[in-house]
């Protein structure tokens, strides 16, 4: 009988790092050829401040980690003036080999305190 260690089971990368964002960015590549099956992307976000401010993430996808395309069906819903944690659920065998995430604020002075990770199994070498 095998028994799964989470702790040497599950491996995570940083998506987008902690930061208050007031303008739109897009997030650094990350390597997924490494991974297995379904990946989990989880975004957390304080509320927004600023006049009608809204969040909108967005997962991309490259062959050579310079040339990205959005990823049809791998959007986060909306953050707007509430507090979230979002996850979305990334198949390996469906995207290239790297991902990033994109950001893309609108209001009037918006302001967003968040972060991203992702977390997955990897392969065994």
Known sequence: MMINDLHTEVSQ????VP????AGENGTGVDVQGYIGKLKAVLHSAAGTGTSPTLDVKVQDSADNSTFADVSGLTFSQVTTAISLQSLGIDTRLVRRYIRLVTTLTGTSPSFVCAAVMLGQKKIQ
């Open 19 to 22: 930061a208050t964002r007031t």
């Open 13 to 16: 990368a940083q998506l987008l």
